[in-house]
T-cell receptor, first 109, second 114 residues
């Protein structure tokens, strides 16, 4: 079956760095997406990786290793507004998005 | 601004009373999706349309139906809502279904079933 695993919850301190991991097992691979979702709101697109390596976008970076079925989202200089759930999603061979359940990130002052 | 709009944001219905949720988009995207998301769970794809081509997920209950009368609008009909159908319903759009076609989400409709 297809599976996306990510931690349920993480806690970090304002101003610090946090890394949210995602491992996947899917039938085929056409890219990995990270979305941010604030409580009660819709997911918003953060990043897309299809080749191995690191993609940097401001305070957020996303890394992919296809051979390991692994990605992480790195958030730097954490702000209180970064408190949200972060969802990892993989596009499979049928171009369908397979979603993880999300990692709830709690930022403490 | 181009966007995905969902109405209403909050919907309350009675057990068994039909309800319709609506989604519209100004992005002129070809693909529209309906997801169901329960608390702390992954979004679950119910249907998607590529233009007028309807695709029903195998495990989507018959209680859920969808209509896409034109490119801009898509509706989700729940014929006989049960307590287990209380969830956030998310509409999303994408230009196509290639790997680089990001899905953009509307704000969602939170459905409560009494």
């Amino acid at each position: 079956g297809q599976n996306i695993d990510q931690p349920t919850e993480m806690t970090a301190t304002e101003g610090a760095i946090v890394q949210i991991n995602c491992t996947y097992q899917t039938s085929g691979f056409n890219g990995l997406f990270w979305y941010q979702q604030h409580a009660g709101e819709a997911p918003t697109f953060l990043s897309y990786n299809v080749l191995d390596g690191l993609e940097e976008k401001g305070r957020f970076s996303s890394f992919l290793s296809r051979s390991k079925g692994y990605s992480y989202l790195l958030l730097k200089e954490l702000q209180m507004k970064d408190s949200a759930s972060y969802l990892c999603a993989v596009m499979d061979s049928n171009y369908q998005l397979i979603w993880g359940a999300g990692t709830k990130l709690i930022i403490k002052p | 601004d181009a966007m995905v709009i969902q109405n209403p944001r909050y919907q309350v219905t009675q057990f068994g009373k039909p309800v319709t949720l609506s989604c519209s988009q100004t992005l002129n995207h070809n693909v529209m999706y309906w997801y169901q998301q329960k608390s702390s769970q992954a979004p679950k794809l119910l249907f998607h349309y590529y233009d007028k081509d309807f695709n029903n997920e195998a495990d989507t209950p018959d209680n859920f139906q969808s209509r896409r009368p034109n490119t801009s609008f898509c509706f989700l009909d729940i014929r006989s809502p049960g307590l287990g159908d209380a969830a956030m319903y998310l509409c999303a759009t994408s230009r196509g279904q290639e790997s680089t076609d990001t899905q953009y989400f509307g704000p969602g409709t939170r459905l409560t079933v009494l």
